[in-house]
């Protein structure tokens, strides 16, 4: 299994698209984090658990799961880092690869330690992105597919059939 856990602050900072929408609302930001990332899952069947520090949103911790995406908030006095940490020795088995995707370079450094491996904020932006591309050219594909007869007609049979589809006959 390969489980990937990403520092949901850290890649709002780094990624353009949500830079201007945290400058706006920083809920804007997650939300649509949250959606690339349920694209991101639903495509590549890695389990993905997004971080976020109490540092924008104080209160107690909370776990939920939304997509199939689990979001994670940290206790007040405890940073996504800690937490990140945490979860990666948790999830470390010899079944399970686990990636934490962000571009804090004392992060990464920590969890190499931990023996996770690193995705930078470029890394998974730029998978994103070809997973999107990748679903957007499947669906073109999907609608220029014409749907065929399971059986085999002559041309003047299908006419006839179409004339009385439309009810011109």
């Known amino acids: 299994m390969i489980v990937v856990v990403v520092d949901g602050y850290n890649i709002i900072g780094a990624w353009e698209e949500l830079q201007k929408l945290k400058e ?36 107690i911790a909370n776990k939920t799961n939304l997509y199939n995406i689990e979001i994670i908030f ?4 405890e940073t996504a880092d800690e937490c990140i940490e945490k979860l990666v ?33 470029r890394e998974l ?3 994103s992105q070809n997973i999107e591309r990748e679903i957007e ?6 609608h220029k597919k014409q749907a065929s007869s399971k059986i085999k007609l002559n041309r ?14």
């Open 24 to 59: 706006h609302d920083i809920g804007q930001a997650r939300d649509r984090l949250i959606e690339l990332l349920a694209e991101y899952q639903a495509y590549s069947g890695y389990r993905v658990i997004i971080v976020f520090d109490a540092y924008y949103v104080r209160g």
């Open 74 to 77: 940290t206790k007040e006095k």
């Open 89 to 121: 020795k948790e999830l470390m088995n010899i079944q399970t690869q686990v990636y934490v995707a962000t571009s804090d370079y004392a992060e990464q450094r920590t969890i190499f330690g931990s023996g996770a491996l690193r995705k930078s904020a």
């Open 125 to 127: 932006l730029i998978e």
């Open 137 to 142: 050219e499947t669906i073109e594909t999907h």
């Open 156 to 169: 003047d049979v299908l006419e006839k059939f179409e004339r009385w589809r439309r009810g011109e006959m």
